[in-house]
């Protein structure tokens, strides 16, 4: 590990906010990050790990505690324990859409709906990233990560990460500390050997415009997400004030299917989960000629769009508060994005004024997606 200058944080984070530590380390292989971490919870220093940075939030105020820089790259493919699969092992602190690009570029299947958005491999778990319906707990495996309360290392099956929408044990949410503090190392996925895929999920098909069930390439599926993404001003751009944010700030809201109803039903909507209780299993030695009734189908919860909630109550593309320097991004509801010097004070004050206005229109509070370090909603 390095010890370093520390440097602001509205410098590496890509909403733009937060003044310079009190200490910051830097972590170029896993054995520094390692010693690192160690280091610097014998010490008893508050702290937290920053990689791409573009899912933090920070305050005003210096953080009074240890930030620790994780810079490890690197990509190792493994055999998968399954036919036509190949595993790909990431370091902590790869690029994820490097990571997206170098599978695609491979021909391995299962990542390409995520391609262009920010951050590391380190913090896609933790976040349970995703978008038009594709999220990486599909192929995660495992990871590798160190506890903070023993500082061991252990290899953590992707079952035992509690992983939900935008959540994990690992995930720091606002207003509560995470089940388990500890920090990923590296990440396992298993992908399929294809150069082509058969999209069948109905965000990404709607968002790909695809009319029939034909296999489309990777490269292609790619392309037209990363042109997606650009035009909502999703993709990082240093010319375009746009992508100075944390992407969508508000989660998509998951409300019982009898909330949803009590939407208007032009309300953008999709089942969480599918009924997966379609197949009945009845042992030979107990099978009496008859087949048992089957169960009530399960509703699922529904996952709402937070734009159009927030469009609906009033907040168009651009809105900002009088004399703010944070606003809406004109190209995307769900954004929240610095125009250029605002501190987090303007930006959490535009926040919580759209979830009043969301709050008093329909009744749903909608929570934020990143990471809130010394700033509150």
């Known amino acids: 590990m390095q010890e370093i200058e520390p440097v602001r944080l509205s410098e590496l984070t890509t909403l733009r906010t937060g003044a310079a530590p009190e200490r910051m380390l830097d972590a170029t292989t896993t054995p520094a990050l390692i010693e690192a971490l160690r280091e610097t919870w014998r010490r008893g220093d508050e702290w937290f790990v920053l990689g791409g940075g573009s899912n933090l939030f920070v305050g005003d105020d210096p953080f009074e505690g240890t930030v620790i820089r994780v810079r490890t790259e690197g990509v190792e493919e493994l055999p998968s324990p399954h036919q036509g699969r190949i595993r790909l092992r990431a370091q902590a602190g790869h690029g994820w859409d490097d990571l997206v690009a170098y599978a695609v570029a491979h021909g391995y299947a299962g990542l390409e709906a995520m391609s262009g958005i920010p951050g590391t491999v380190g913090a896609a778990p933790v976040q349970n990233i995703g978008a038009y319906g594709q999220e990486i707990q599909e192929t995660l495996v495992e990871v590798e990560l160190i506890d903070e309360a023993t500082g061991e290392i252990s290899t953590v099956p992707a079952a035992e990460l509690g992983l939900g929408f935008r959540t994990s044990v690992l ?77 969508s700030f508000f989660q998509n809201a998951i409300v019982t299917a009898a909330v949803a109803t009590a939407l208007p039903p032009e309300c953008p909507r999709w089942p969480v989960a599918p009924d997966l209780d379609a197949v009945t299993v009845i042992p030979l030695a107990s099978y009496d000629g008859q087949v048992p009734l089957s169960k009530p189908a399960t509703v699922s919860d529904v996952k709402v769009s937070a734009a159009w909630l927030i469009e609906q109550a009033g907040i168009r593309k651009g809105f900002k508060l009088p004399r703010s320097r944070a606003s809406v991004s004109t190209k995307h509801a769900l954004a929240l994005t610095n125009r250029g010097g605002a501190t987090s004070a303007e930006v959490a004050e535009l926040a919580r004024f759209i979830q009043s206005r969301v709050h008093a229109e329909f009744g749903l509070v909608l929570q934020p997606e990143p990471v809130l370090v010394g700033v509150d909603l």
Not at 174 to 202: C, K, M, Y
Not at 216 to 232: D, N, Y
């Open 171 to 247: 995930k720091h949410h606002h207003g509560s500390v995470p089940l388990r503090r500890a920090v990923i190392l590296s990440a396992t996925v298993d992908l399929v050997v294809a150069n082509e895929r058969i999209v069948r999920g109905e965000q990404l098909r709607r968002a790909l415009g695809l009319v029939d069930e034909a296999p489309v390439p990777l490269a292609w599926v790619r392309e037209r997400i990363l042109a997606t993404r650009a035009s909502k001003g999703m993709l990082l751009d240093e010319s375009d004030p746009d992508t100075h944010g944390v992407g």
